[in-house]
């Protein structure tokens, strides 16, 4: 059975920083892409980063491009998403997800698996 768990939410003043991880099972982790989103309650889950199965590429949402970086320990089983220079709009549930076929994509329905997500809450 996979199973993909976040953490490292929690709340934090704005300009802050977090790392989120999320710990992978159950499946061929390094043959996977991986993908960070979030969600906000009235909006559509967004994109926020992706990581190619061999880390070689990565894509970033414009909103959180050159403040999160995201990265991975194939021996670990983990992927991280490094939050820097929080803002309040980055409040949000975040997910991880991992696409078995892709190098990585910013389209939620190229992946297979999904975690149960972890709160973000960047207080101003």
């Known amino acids: 059975q996979v199973q993909l768990v976040e953490s490292g939410g929690g709340l934090v003043q704005a300009g802050g920083s977090l790392r989120l991880s999320c710990a992978a099972s159950?499946?061929?982790?390094?043959?996977?892409?991986v993908g960070w989103f979030r969600h906000t309650p009235g909006k559509e889950r967004e994109f926020v980063a992706t990581?190619?199965?061999?880390?070689?590429?990565?894509y970033y949402a414009n909103s959180v491009k050159g403040r999160f970086t995201i990265a991975r320990d194939n021996a670990k089983n983990t992927v991280y998403l490094q939050m820097n220079n929080l803002k309040p709009e980055d409040t949000a549930v975040y997910y991880c997800?991992?696409?078995?076929?892709?190098?990585?994509?910013?389209?939620?329905?190229?992946?297979?698996?999904w975690g149960q997500g972890t709160q973000v809450t960047v207080a101003s």
């Open positions: 990581l190619s199965y061999s880390g070689g590429h990565t």
């Open positions: 997800a991992a696409d078995p076929y892709g190098s990585g994509s910013d389209y939620e329905g190229h992946y297979n698996y």
């Open positions: 159950g499946l061929t982790f390094s043959s996977n892409a």
